[in-house]
Antibody
Framework: QVQLQESGPGLVKPSGTLTLTCAVS?????????WTWVRQTPEKGLEWIGE???????NYNPSLNSRVTMSVDTSKNQFSLKLTSLTAADTAVYYC??????WGQGILVTVSS | DIVMTQTPLSSPVTLGQPASISCRSS???????????LSWLQQRPGQPPRVLIY???NRFSGVPDRFSGSGAGTDFTLKISRVEPEDVGVYYC?????????FGQGTMLEIK
C-alpha cells in the first residue's frame, strides 16, 4: 500500500517561498505514475497545482505556472513543491498524491506576517 | 480549463436509501487515447480525499460495491445503492483527460 506524507512549514510570510516535501513509502517513486500536488481551500475547493514524473518532466496549472516548481529526489523516494511570491490567497491545505488515487494526510499552510 | 459542475450541492439522504450525484463537464472527457479519465472522490470530515471510482465506472481497491459510477462524454453519475453512516462527507468528481486537471465543487452527503 502506497503511503504519502507531506512535510514543511505551517506558517510562511507574504512574498516568501513555500517548499513542501512528500515522502513516499510502500512503493517506488520511479513507478510509472505522476506525482501530484493539490491544494484545498473553503473558497475555491480542490485545486490541482501540478504533477511531476520521476524523469523530472512536469505539468503545472497555468494559473500558478510562473510561481511553481516541482522536483523529484529518487534517492530519497520523495518529491517536492516550491511556490514563490506567496500571498494570503495561497493559504490552504496542501496534499500530495499519486495521480489522485493515493493521498497524503495534507498539511495546512498559512501565509501571514 | 474544463469546468466540472456537480448537482446537487447538498443531498440529505435517509440511511438505507439510495443516493445519486451528477457531474457534468464543459467539454467531452474522452481523451485522445480513447479513455475517459473521470474519477469520483470521497472526503470524510477531517480526512483527505479518497478515490472511489476511476475511469467512469471502475471501483478502486477496497471500495464497497454499493458505490457505482456511470456515464459518458460530458455526463456522469455516482450512485450509492444504500447509504450507510460512514458515507457522510463530500463527494467530488475530477477529470484527468485534459490539462489542467479540474475538480467539481463538491456535493455534501448528509443523513436526514
Amino acid at each position: 500500500q502506497v503511503q504519502l506524507q507531506e512535510s514543511g512549514p505551517g506558517l510562511v510570510k507574504p512574498s516568501g517561498t513555500l517548499t513542501l516535501t512528500c515522502a513516499v513509502s510502500g512503493g517506488s517513486i520511479k513507478s510509472n505514475n505522476w506525482w501530484t500536488w493539490v491544494r484545498q481551500t473553503p473558497e475555491k475547493g480542490l485545486e490541482w497545482i501540478g504533477e511531476v514524473y520521476h524523469s523530472g518532466n512536469t505539468n503545472y496549472n497555468p494559473s500558478l505556472n510562473s510561481r511553481v516548481t516541482m522536483s523529484v529526489d529518487t534517492s530519497k523516494n520523495q518529491f517536492s513543491l516550491k511556490l514563490t511570491s506567496l500571498t494570503a490567497a495561497d493559504t490552504a491545505v496542501y496534499y500530495c498524491s499519486r495521480e489522485r488515487t493515493y493521498w497524503g494526510q495534507g498539511i495546512l499552510v498559512t501565509v501571514s506576517s | 480549463d474544463i469546468v466540472m459542475t456537480q448537482t446537487p450541492l447538498s443531498s440529505p439522504v435517509t440511511l438505507g436509501q439510495p443516493a445519486s450525484i451528477s457531474c457534468r463537464s464543459s467539454q467531452s472527457l474522452v481523451n485522445s487515447d480513447g479513455n475517459t479519465y473521470l474519477s469520483w472522490l470521497q472526503q470524510r470530515p477531517g480526512q483527505p480525499p479518497r478515490v472511489l471510482i476511476y475511469q467512469i465506472s471502475n471501483r478502486f481497491s477496497g471500495v464497497p460495491d454499493r458505490f457505482s459510477g456511470s456515464g459518458a462524454g460530458t455526463d456522469f453519475t455516482l450512485k450509492i445503492s444504500r447509504v450507510e453512516p460512514e458515507d457522510v462527507g463530500v463527494y467530488y468528481c475530477t477529470q484527468a483527460s485534459q490539462l489542467p486537471y479540474t475538480f467539481g465543487q463538491g456535493t455534501m452527503l448528509e443523513i436526514k
